[in-house]
């Protein structure tokens, strides 16, 4: 389903003329209501907007660092110097988690939450899901940005059966009493149902669900784990993707699973950068790199080169849906790549390789390397767990290693662990296992 054709549809020149308007507006409002990017871009030589130019220049322009903005708050000012609206012009102020310390506020005026449900109702919609099908989701509309995509479902024309986190048998019941066209979870939630309801007797992969739409987290888009879903479910899994700071459901990927389209088109200008140097990748096919986004349009608190984290790969080939632009594939976070005598590692990419080894492995695996920060000497500790039923084999272990160095060329100590013994979460799950 294209909700917009007139947008998703619109030509690259087309747009790219468009966004270079609306970015340059933008970048004159920060320099009149951000003190945070007043400081910044007059650090860089830059007073006025005509000196940063267009979005042809943006390259040029500095970085935005998430650590920066936390460091301008107050107690007088949580939210942070960059903030532009005037407090009587916010009507949503979501939070992060802050799981390591104070959480992070993210404010919304009227046309910034509009833009926001107008995005991801984009992304969604792409997915194939379409008006007066049932969706059941597994997000919490507390104080986190996930509920704002909540509302996306009602402006497709859903009807929205919210179960939220942490309650597998209210959703399984859902499923089943309800009989739901579409699900939307987390990954590590979807493999986690599918083994829930294995346990329960429920036949899932028979269930009324066609279509899993996947977020929060990567993984969704992974071949291996993408086909064990399906399976699992019985349904066509496709994802989504966004970052709190910038917006939710950014990207969503159509019924072609080859990538997700930036559903957020005109609201906000993609780039990637190398996330070693920072040095600009052009967005061609095949490129990969750190993804970075800057607000085109955004009133509460826009932000310009903002570093995402999210280490993705470009699809530029034209899509067969008719939507136009770069589609991205998450691969992972770059917070959590590691580098292994000079070659770098994500987490996701060890439990897709070892993904290929299902049915003898469930397919859960943890990274757990030995030494702080980001360098590590070889072999890198991997855990795989066994499938149900089955022993611990040499054999296995020894296949797994040599597949590791052969398709990541990376030495791995490779440790089979039995069915059950690594943790499954209700809502993100962990791949990368630090020592404390």
């Known amino acids: 389903m294209m909700l917009e054709p007139d947008v998703e549809t619109r030509p690259s020149e087309e747009q790219f003329a468009l966004d270079d308007a609306s970015y340059r507006a933008q970048v004159a409002y920060l320099l009149e209501r951000s003190a945070f990017y007043r400081e910044k871009l007059g650090a860089a030589g830059l007073a006025t907007a005509g000196e940063a130019g267009g979005l042809a220049e943006i390259a040029g322009l500095p970085l935005t660092e998430k650590r920066e903005l936390k460091e301008t708050t107050t107690s007088e000012n949580p939210i942070g110097a960059h903030v532009c609206a005037d407090p009587a012009e916010v ?43 049932r969706i059941v989701s597994t997000y919490n509309a507390g104080p986190f940005v996930a509920g704002a995509a909540l509302t996306s479902f009602d402006r497709i024309g859903l009807c929205h059966v919210p179960v939220g986190t942490g309650n597998t048998e209210r959703l399984l019941r859902a499923v089943e009493l309800l009989r739901p066209e579409a699900a939307v979870l987390t990954p590590s939630y979807a493999e986690y149902v599918v083994e829930a309801a294995a346990e329960s007797g429920l036949d899932l992969a028979g269930s009324s669900v066609q279509r899993v739409l996947v977020a929060g987290e990567p993984g969704g888009g992974e071949p291996a ?102 589609r991205v594939r998450c691969v992972g976070r770059t917070d959590d790549m590691l580098v292994v ?41 991997v855990a ?32 089979l662990v039995p069915w059950g013994s690594l943790a499954r979460d209700e809502y993100k799950g962990q791949l990368l296992e630090r020592r404390t």
């Not at 939070?95 to 992070?104: A, F, K, R």
């Not at 990419?349 to 390397?369: C, N």
């Not at 767990?385 to 791995?412: C, F, H, K, N």
Request: glycine share 10%; hydrophobic share 35%.
């Open 225 to 326: 784990f993408r086909a064990r879903l399906e399976q699992g479910w019985g349904a066509r899994v496709t994802e989504a993707m966004g970052i709190g700071d910038i917006g939710i459901s950014l990207w969503g990927e159509c019924e072609e699973q080859d990538g997700m389209h930036l559903g957020a088109r005109g609201f906000v200008h993609p780039e990637l950068i190398d996330p070693e140097t920072t040095e600009s990748i052009p967005l061609e096919d095949g490129a990969s790199g750190e993804l970075v986004l800057t607000h085109l349009r955004h009133q509460a608190a826009p932000l310009l080169r903002f570093r995402t984290r999210d280490h993705v790969e470009i699809r530029m080939s034209p899509c067969p849906c008719g939507r136009v632009g770069p």
């Open 91 to 133: 009507v949503r102020i979501y939070s992060t988690s802050g799981t390591t310390g104070t959480p992070s506020y993210i404010p919304l005026t009227v046309r910034d939450l509009e833009d926001w449900v107008t995005g991801s109702a984009r992304s969604y919609a792409a997915s194939g899901i379409t008006a007066g099908q």
């Open 341 to 381: 005598r000079g070659v770098n590692v994500f987490p996701s990419a060890v439990r897709e390789v070892v993904g290929a080894f299902v049915p003898r492995v469930s397919g859960h695996v943890r990274v757990r390397p030995q030494a702080p920060g980001t360098k590590q000497d070889p072999p890198l500790p």
């Open 384 to 415: 795989v767990e066994l499938a149900q039923g089955e022993e611990t084999d040499p054999d296995l272990a020894d296949a797994i290693r040599e597949r590791l160095r052969a398709v990541l060329v990376v030495s791995t100590s490779v440790q």
